[in-house]
């Protein structure tokens, strides 16, 4: 059975030498997640994955064009079935966090450090991805 695609944000914030991650639940299951959803041309990956954080979890901000990476995690699609879904994922610098937005009765929210919210997500690769951010924002700070 083929993967199918997602795309994620990965709302962040730098506060001094501390990086902040935000982690919002899941509709279904409340596991901590980050925001993402399907593609949805003409919109980029990267577009759609900004997207998806503003209406779930009403962040805005400057997202990157190319993934941190990606992760994998089974999806239930209907009460028998659920797909194995590939999740390529895009590190968002939030620069507005919306008093309202379309789930937020849905989904509670939280701003942890990246090493924290790593402990909190059941998947083990996102976990690698919310460790390695650190690393990824150093690369992209100017010398």
Same mark, same amino acid.
């Given at each position: 059975?083929? +993967?199918? %695609?997602?795309?994620? @944000?990965?709302?962040?914030?730098? *506060?001094?030498? $501390? /990086?902040?991650?935000?982690? !919002?639940? =899941? ?19 990267? +577009?759609? %994955?900004?997207?998806? @954080?503003?209406?779930?979890?009403? *962040?805005?901000? $400057? /997202?990157?064009?190319?993934? !941190?990476? =990606? ?34 009765? $849905? ?37």
């Amino acid at each position: 059975m083929a +993967e199918l %695609a997602q795309c994620a @944000a990965l709302p962040y914030l730098l *506060l001094g030498d $501390e /990086i902040r991650v935000c982690l !919002i639940t =899941s509709r279904g299951t409340k596991r901590w997640i980050i925001p993402k959803g399907w593609p949805n041309p003409p919109f980029q990956p990267y +577009e759609q %994955a900004a997207r998806e @954080a503003e209406e779930e979890a009403g *962040l805005v901000g $400057e /997202i990157a064009a190319d993934p !941190i990476g =990606s992760y994998t995690y089974r999806k239930r699609l209907h009460f028998f079935s659920s797909a194995e879904c590939r999740v390529s994922v895009y590190p968002l610098l939030v620069t507005i966090q919306r008093v309202r937005w379309p789930e937020q009765a $849905e989904r509670e929210l939280i701003w942890v450090p990246a090493i924290e919210a790593a402990d909190m997500v059941h998947e083990a690769e996102l976990g690698r991805l919310l460790v390695s951010l650190p690393r990824w924002v150093d690369a992209k700070e100017p010398a």
